[in-house]
């Protein structure tokens, strides 16, 4: 029963959100201020992690394809489809429900402790207009953060490859060329603007709707992250089976 009220409570919140918007001039500059949080300060991150793990990808394939049989190409084939099909839109957008997530549901959790949140309400203001608008307008950039990782971790792999001896840099980029599908770049997109409105909503709805103290904003973050990592994933495995499988 607790579960259904749960969903009803994320639904009626997202109908809240574009109902009485606040004034454009203050929500511009909200926008540009979550865009900052949300968006500019997970590039440093999202980039060590994309490059490295881009490298680890080469080195691993390489490592598993010693046999002469087997093309050398395959190494930047294996990269670049381990990269822009999971790892970067979906693996990514887990560790980005850590950092981006906990965030969101810790600052609404603490005004919502603090009364901030009502105060709102008294004079007048939608405070989901004003909290939650902003961060899905900042978060529709997310999918350029994800482009980023992609190029890093090929770039990431390339480096890996050819300076670790474990490829030619024709091999592999004749391995990045190979059977390329451009409907697969779509498919990363479309899966990583599904998973942004997650990582924007569902974390605001913890912390909006958390109730305690500040023990419970702890509890409201851990919640937030468990619940976003577990939406990312079915809903990558849905999309996955309606856009390949047909």
Known sequence: MKY???????????????S?????????????????????????????????????VAIQTALNIDNPLIPEYLVGFATRQSIILEFAPTFLSIIMAGKVGSFITSSIGSMRVTEQI?????????????LVFPKIVAIMFYPFVIAIAMF??????????????????????QGLQEDFIPFHIIYAFIK???????????????????????????????????????????????????????
């Not at 259904?4 to 574009?18: P, R, W």
């Open 4 to 18: 259904i009220e749960d969903i009803g409570s994320y639904f009626i919140m997202l109908k809240k959100i574009f």
């Open 192 to 246: 990583t603007f599904v998973f942004a409105i997650i990582l924007a909503t569902v974390p605001s709805w913890q912390g909006y709707y958390m109730k305690g103290g500040a023990l419970e904003v702890g509890k409201a973050s851990t919640n937030s992250f468990v619940w976003t990592s577990v939406l990312i994933i079915l809903s990558n495995y849905i999309i996955t089976q309606l856009l390949l499988s047909s």
């Open 118 to 130: 009502d105060a709102l309400e008294v004079m007048g203001i939608n405070s989901l207009n004003y």
């Open 152 to 173: 890093l971790g090929i770039l990431g792999g390339w480096v890996a490859a050819v300076y670790g001896g474990f490829s030619s840099s024709d091999a592999f980029i």
């Open 20 to 56: 009485s918007p606040t004034k454009t001039s203050v929500l511009k500059e909200l926008i540009f201020k979550e865009i900052d949080d949300l968006i500019i300060d997970s590039i440093p991150i999202v980039a060590f992690i994309s490059f490295f793990v881009g490298g680890v």
